[in-house]
């Protein structure tokens, strides 16, 4: 399995106060098994389906303190160098980029529109095992109320070109070569002044009701649909934690494909 290309969503993991709770709702609602935690990595514990790594779950480290979020890492051949561009373009590194293991380097960074992803250069752990299947990663969003620094941002980091949808909604694809890795969504007055800007992470299901019922069930909260979309069934959901998520069925589709442009 060859390292993913510069940009590309390879990675996702939450820190989460009670790790038990965190591994019964998702094992719950997106059918997740779990690997060993791993103690010496600060119990770092993979999420698995059908065998394959699609997620990470791990608690805070000491002093550590926040709000849960799920965080989306986009793929680097260098992570020091893209960490110079995400400085050099007006982002801020909240982590300098760090060795684990043989397993790769990683940094943590904040873009200048608010929203915060990491950055993976592949070792020996190359990402996800299992992408757009039941249970696993399937789409992000970077939600902004400044989309204009997003905007300029993201290109600037990576090598996307970036088109903008048709229409009312103020929404902005990043693609890689013809494939679309990124969404960039505006953050409206819909959203509470004190939801930060954050990076929307969807995972596949089978039955987006369904997903939503056992999420509930679980003491999730349902923020945002179940909704039909040229792209899937989909819902928008906070786990009882507090990390923010959504779920997708690609299979049930419905409505024509909105138009887009070219932009930068």
């Avoid at 591994?23 to 690997?35: A, I, R």
Wanted: hydrophobic share 40%; aromatic share 12%; net charge negative.
């Amino acid at each position: 399995m060859a390292a993913p290309p510069e940009g590309t969503p390879c990675w996702a993991d939450a820190v989460f106060d009670d790790l038990d709770a965190a591994k019964d709702f998702y094992g719950h609602v997106l059918g997740w098994t779990f690997g060993e935690t791993a103690p010496e990595y600060g119990g770092y514990t993979q999420a698995y389906v059908d065998g394959k790594a699609v997620a990470a779950v791990v608690p805070p480290m000491p002093g550590q303190s926040g709000t849960t979020q799920w965080c989306l890492y986009l793929a680097a051949e260098d992570a020091s160098a893209t960490a110079a561009r995400i400085r050099e373009n007006g982002g801020e590194l909240l982590m300098e980029p760090m060795q684990v293991a043989d397993f790769g380097t990683m940094c943590l960074a904040r873009d200048p529109g608010g929203a915060v992803f990491g950055v993976w250069q592949s070792g020996t752990h190359e990402g996800f095992q299992a992408t757009e299947t039941p249970g696993a990663y399937a789409w992000a969003e970077a939600f902004t109320r400044e989309p204009e620094k997003s905007d300029a941002f993201f290109p600037a980091v990576f090598p996307y070109r970036s088109e903008q949808l048709e229409g009312e909604m103020d929404f902005r694809v990043h693609k890689l070569g013809e494939r679309p890795v990124l969404g960039r969504m505006r953050m409206t007055d819909d959203f509470p002044p004190e939801v930060p800007p954050y990076v929307n992470v969807y995972f596949a299901v089978d039955d987006c009701d369904a997903a939503v019922a056992r999420a509930t069930e679980r003491g999730g909260v349902l923020r945002f649909g179940p909704m039909d979309s040229p792209f899937g069934r989909f819902a928008a959901v906070s786990d009882p934690q507090g990390a923010n998520f959504s779920v997708i069925d690609l299979t049930t589709t419905k409505g024509e494909m909105p138009g887009t442009a070219p932009v930068g």
